[in-house]
């Protein structure tokens, strides 16, 4: 869909609800907002606290839908840019102050370095891509509060800068993924359900 100047976020979430739904319900969905600088992108997915942009209305209703259900939620969170060829976790406590010495600095970055790898699918399926090498991937979310302290979190560390649009564009691509398992104990055997959401 194209939006104009004049919806609003709520629109935006409207039309991403059944993307949404369809992650709890156990298949994954990706939602992706794609624009050139300065056409709204970032305050469509993120909004203000007067108007909540698309993530952060897709986090209360993720809770809500949980806190509704009977089954056993597991929810992790992973938040990652890609700057400048590389890729970037979001959510990895940086250190701050102190500089490293080159050699403890180069093994610090080897040790934190993330890797894009594709797994062939089965059957026939497409192949499947993953990100690897931060100990913050998939962490571990005990509420749509704490979901919205991390997603502030992975915001405040990313690359900006200053463009002829707009004084403090992002600079980078990020994807937040919200990992969602679902157990439902209650048929006798453990039934499992996994899904992503982009």
């Known amino acids: 869909a194209v939006f104009g100047p004049d919806a609003s976020n709520l629109d935006l979430f409207e039309l991403a609800r059944p993307s949404i739904a369809a992650a709890l319900s156990g298949t994954n969905a990706t939602i992706l907002a794609y624009g050139q600088t300065g056409s709204g992108k970032t305050h469509s997915m993120l909004g203000s606290i007067a108007d909540p942009g698309l993530v952060p209305r897709a986090i209360q209703a993720i809770w809500r839908h949980i806190r509704q259900s009977h089954k056993e939620w597991s929810v992790s969170m992973t938040f990652?840019?890609?700057?400048?060829?590389?890729?970037?976790?979001?959510?990895?406590?940086?250190?701050s102050g102190r500089a490293l010495p080159c050699e403890e600095e180069e093994a610090r970055r080897a040790r934190l370095a993330i890797t894009l790898r594709e797994i062939r699918g089965r059957n026939g399926a497409p192949p499947a891509a993953y990100l690897t090498g931060s100990p913050s991937f998939r962490t571990p979310v005990a509420d749509a509060e704490h979901a919205i302290a991390l997603l502030h979190r992975g915001i405040a560390a990313r690359a900006v800068g200053s463009t002829s649009l707009n004084q403090a564009s992002s600079r980078s691509h990020a994807v937040l993924t919200f990992?969602?398992?679902?157990?439902?104990?209650?048929?006798?055997?453990?039934?499992?359900q996994s899904s992503r959401i982009h």
């Not at 990652?80 to 250190?95: G, K």
């Not at 990992?179 to 499992?192: H, I, P």
């Open 179 to 192: 990992d969602l398992e679902a157990v439902d104990t209650s048929a006798g055997d453990a039934d499992v």
């Open 80 to 95: 990652a840019e890609l700057y400048n060829d590389a890729f970037r976790d979001l959510l990895l406590d940086r250190q």
